[in-house]
């Protein structure tokens, strides 16, 4: 509880392409299934373990995608990995300011992600987090935040899970 009442759970801002479906590694050998598009529409959703949900739901945050999969991160994915439908991210069109951030190493997704958060503790993980992209975080936005590289070969693990757990129970120990 905190003094304007209960405590409001962290964001965890959620990238598609490299954490949950990640490019690299050995063959994918996971039935597609019968959710969401069939295997053959997309061979790289047979990379997708499909027990990630379960493990994110578990972690305390309040999910939304920041993805270009869009809306369609809700019926192709999120059925996969035994999510709920989750709030989605829709991408402006770039600003000035935003069209000046990839050149100078920002990611593009910055901007709206930490406008989106208002404030609010998040994490987000993607795979294409740079230093300039923590930078800008540290400096524009007032609360905490969490930004998690992952490695888009093998997707998220049990360390970067383990991180985002462990982040998300400090949170809690100083409210």
Not at 46 to 58: M, T
Not at 97 to 126: L, M, N, S, Y
Request: aromatic share 6%.
């Amino acid at each position: 509880m905190t003094a304007e009442g209960p405590s409001v759970r962290p964001l965890l801002f959620l990238d598609v392409d490299g954490p949950l479906l990640p490019f690299g590694g050995p063959t994918p050998s996971r039935s597609g299934g019968s959710q969401g598009l069939p295997i053959e529409a997309s061979p790289l959703l047979a990379r997708i373990d499909p027990g990630v949900g379960r493990r994110l739901a578990a972690l305390g945050y309040e999910l939304v995608w920041a993805t270009t999969w869009g809306e369609e991160a809700n019926e192709c994915i999120a059925p996969r990995i035994g999510l709920p439908p989750l709030e989605v991210i829709h991408w402006p069109e770039p600003s000035a300011a935003e069209e000046r951030d990839v050149p100078a190493g920002r990611h593009w997704k910055t901007r709206p992600i930490v406008a989106w958060a208002a404030g609010r503790a998040f994490a987000w993980v993607d795979d294409e987090i740079t230093r300039a992209d923590h930078a800008w975080v540290a400096a524009h936005h007032a609360g905490p935040a969490l930004l998690r590289q992952v490695d888009p070969r093998v997707g998220l693990t049990a360390d970067d899970l383990d991180v985002l757990a462990s982040w998300a129970e400090a949170l809690g120990d100083t409210t």
